[in-house]
C-alpha cells in the first residue's frame, strides 16, 4: 500500500518568514495530493491540492510542487503570519492503478511567532 | 448551511458500553468516509463508502461497523468500546473518489 511521509513534525518561524513542508509517497500510481490545514480545535481543511499533470500551482502565499520522479511533493508558504500557525496535514492517492484511499502524512505542527 | 453535520460533538461513556455517532452530508457527494484522530493527531482513514461499496481499513477492528442508510448519511457504531478508542472522531465527504475531502467538525469520545 502507500506510505506517505511527512516532515518536519515540527516548524517554528518568525513571522515574515517562508516555510517549506515536505512529503514523500511510495506508490507511483498515486496522482492526487492534498493538503490540509487543520487549526487547533477545528477540522482539517483543504488549502490547496495538486494532480500529477502540473509540476507546481500556487494561490497568493501558498505554493505546491510536484517531482513524480523522486515522489516527493512540497508545501510552500510566503510571507507566513500568526494566523498560518496549524497543523498541515500532506496525503496522497490514485485515480487508478493505487489506492483512490488517500493516505495521510503524520502532520507537521507549524508556529509563527509574531 | 452546514456541509457536514456530525452528532454529537462531545461523547463520553463507560468501557464496554456501545455507541453511535451520526454523519449527514447536503453536499450532493457520493462519497463519504470516518477518520480517527488521536492524540498525536494522526489522521487515520477507518472507512470509505462510495456507491453502496465499503471500503474498510484492515486495522480497524471489526467492533467499528459504518452503516449507510442513504448517500446523505454515514454513521458509525461501536460496540464494547474501549479505552483505546478514545479519539476525535471526523466524517468527511468528497465528490466522487480522489478528490477534495469536507469534514464535519468532529466528534471527541472519551472512554471511562
Known amino acids: 500500500g502507500e506510505n506517505v511521509e511527512q516532515h518536519p513534525s515540527t516548524l517554528s518561524v518568525q513571522e515574515g518568514d517562508s516555510a517549506v513542508i515536505k512529503c514523500t509517497y511510495s506508490?507511483?500510481?498515486?496522482?492526487?495530493f492534498p493538503w490540509y490545514k487543520q487549526e487547533l480545535g477545528k477540522r482539517p481543511q483543504l488549502i490547496i491540492d495538486?494532480?500529477?499533470?502540473?509540476g507546481e500551482k500556487k494561490d497568493q502565499r501558498i505554493a505546491v510542487t510536484l517531482n513524480k520522479t523522486a515522489k516527493h511533493f512540497s508545501l510552500h508558504i510566503t510571507e507566513t503570519q500568526p494566523e498560518d500557525s496549524a497543523v498541515y496535514f500532506c496525503a496522497a492517492s490514485s485515480t487508478s492503478g493505487g489506492s483512490y484511499i488517500p493516505t495521510f502524512g503524520r502532520g507537521t505542527s507549524l508556529i509563527v511567532h509574531p | 448551511d452546514t456541509a457536514v453535520s456530525q452528532t454529537p460533538k462531545y461523547l463520553v461513556t463507560q468501557m464496554g458500553n456501545d455507541k453511535s455517532i451520526k454523519c449527514e452530508q447536503n453536499?450532493?457527494?457520493?462519497?463519504m468516509y470516518w477518520y480517527k484522530q488521536d492524540s498525536k493527531k494522526f489522521l487515520k482513514i477507518m472507512f470509505s463508502?462510495?456507491?453502496?461499496?465499503?471500503?474498510i481499513n484492515e486495522t480497524v477492528p471489526n467492533r467499528f461497523s459504518p452503516k449507510s442508510p442513504d448517500k446523505a448519511h454515514l454513521n458509525l457504531h461501536i460496540n464494547s468500546l474501549e479505552l483505546g478508542d478514545s479519539a476525535v472522531y471526523f466524517c468527511?465527504?468528497?465528490?466522487?473518489?480522489?478528490?477534495?475531502?469536507?469534514f464535519g467538525p468532529g466528534t471527541r469520545l472519551t472512554v471511562t
Open positions: 495538486i494532480r500529477s499533470n502540473v
Open positions: 453536499l450532493g457527494h457520493d462519497t
Open positions: 506508490d507511483s500510481a498515486s496522482n492526487y
Open positions: 463508502y462510495n456507491n453502496k461499496e465499503l471500503i
Open positions: 468527511a465527504s468528497s465528490p466522487g473518489l480522489v478528490n477534495e475531502q469536507y
